[in-house]
């Protein structure tokens, strides 16, 4: 069995996830895009609990393969802005001093 | 139907007060602290929950306050990296469940740092985008101006109280500040200049952890005069939060990573240890509360901003058990 279920849910805030869902299920948040807008991308420990917890946070679950594709648009976003990111005259060490490191692509589990 | 006693070999004990505390962790009991007799069991929470979101999603914000009654100021509601640099003057306080918007900075900035409470904060230094000196107090409803530090900060981290704040140097200086609620005058200087640290205490027991540059580990400790040096984080981090005390502090989030870390550490005035991870990554965030109960928001996580608040909290608590 799979370790791990995938999907998409807006973070609504409070109670979104309990102490009692962290105790139950693996959970971590990735930023993704689906095209259009920014969609927050959610890593699932693979059990009833977390299977139930994606279902009431209205959530729609996703192949790892179409998650990991969400993030690495996201990624893309992210590493375009910072490549057209440029100042007259500025060398590639002081992009990196002004801007921090190009930014890189993320690996779910 | 087989009774509890038939399986375990006794019966479960009735209270008229919770038990409670670590000892307690796992007792299943009739408690009749209600009018009706509940059945109950002791369950330890060591966890990050979802808290309410900022109004506005921001990042290198400043924080003060505890979980329940916190307070987020300033930060970049610009979208980096930069030039997409807009500091922001709004103030917003939360009361454990939602964010409510509340009176305005004087100063707009970003990288500002504070100390206090809820209702009583000192706000201190950060980038305009010009990095600035300039202090600012809350009183739980406006912030009124105050007594400019001497040198302007704007990659330092700050604690204490209101009326006893440090503010910390500013990479790569190594000097530090104390206000007095009125005045600031020079404090002992860290034995790493750094920027980017988290930190937490008091003015006379304090702690600052991480920074930059190189991203370090490094922990020192503040007696009032001096910095002392000891245990490093497990993890190097800078733009982390920290909440807490001199021996008993939380680390939080931080960079390297373009989406930062999701991983904490606990200390306990001597060494740190790996505590649970917040569920969303980010760096540049702020944090508020003690070890037990601390509260992340805000920060950076690639590509954007975020809003996102996480509450945590290490506590043995009753939990009436049912059948479902």
């Known amino acids: 069995m799979a370790l791990f279920i995938y999907g998409t849910a807006t973070n609504t805030g409070k109670n979104f996830f309990t102490h009692e869902d962290r105790r139950n299920f693996f959970l971590r948040g990735y930023t993704g895009h689906d095209g259009s807008n920014y969609v927050s991308t959610w890593v ?66 | 139907m087989s009774e509890y006693r038939t399986l375990k070999g006794r019966k479960i004990k009735t209270f008229a007060t919770d038990l409670s505390g670590e000892g307690a962790e796992g007792q299943l009991f009739f408690s009749t602290a209600a009018v009706e007799r509940d059945l109950k069991i002791i369950v330890k929470v060591d966890s990050w929950a979802s808290g309410g979101n900022l109004n506005s999603a921001r990042e290198r914000l400043g924080g003060s306050g505890t979980q329940t009654a916190g307070l987020a100021f300033g930060g970049n509601v610009g979208t980096p990296p930069a030039p997409g640099l807009n500091a922001s003057n709004t103030s917003e306080e939360y009361n454990g469940a939602a964010w409510t918007e509340g009176n ?6 970003l990288a500002i740092k504070g100390a206090g409470t809820q209702t009583a904060t000192v706000a201190f230094g950060g980038s305009e985008p010009a990095t600035t000196t300039k202090t600012e107090e809350y009183n739980g409803t406006s912030w009124a101006e105050q007594n400019d530090m001497s040198a302007d900060r704007a990659g330092h981290t700050g604690f204490g109280t209101q009326t006893a704040a440090v503010a910390t140097a500013d990479y790569p200086a190594a000097t530090t500040e104390e206000y ?20 937490g205490g008091t003015l006379t027991a304090g702690v600052v952890f991480g920074g930059a540059s190189p991203v370090t580990g490094k922990t020192e400790e503040y007696d009032g005069s001096s910095w002392t040096e000891s245990g490093d984080l497990n993890q190097n981090r800078l733009g982390l939060a920290g909440s807490g005390t001199q021996t008993a502090a939380l680390a939080f989030g931080g960079a390297p990573g373009p989406s930062g870390q999701v991983s904490s550490e606990r200390y306990d005035g001597t060494s740190w240890a790996v505590a649970p991870n917040l569920a969303s990554r980010r760096f540049y965030l702020a944090g508020c509360g003690t070890q037990a109960l601390s509260l992340a928001f805000g920060g950076f996580s690639s590509p954007s901003k975020t809003n996102v608040t996480e509450e945590f909290t290490f506590a043995f608590l009753s939990k009436t058990v049912t059948d479902s």
Do not use: C, H
């Not at chain 1, 690495?72 to 921090?100: H, I, P, Q, Y």
């Not at chain 2, 305005?104 to 900035?109: E, G, P, S, V």
């Open chain 1, 44 to 109: 699932i420990g693979n059990n009833e609990k977390g299977a139930l917890w994606l279902a009431e946070a209205s959530g729609t679950e996703k192949t790892k393969a179409e998650a990991q594709a969400l993030v690495k648009a996201s990624d893309d976003l992210a590493r375009t802005a910072w490549d057209n990111n440029n100042v007259d005259d500025e060398s590639a060490d002081e992009k990196v001093a002004r801007l921090g490191s190009k930014p890189g692509f993320i690996s779910i589990p």
């Open chain 2, 104 to 109: 305005n900075l004087n100063t707009a900035r």
């Open chain 2, 180 to 199: 007095d609620g009125t005045s600031w005058t020079a404090g002992g200087d860290l034995g790493t200049a750094r920027y980017g640290m988290g930190a």
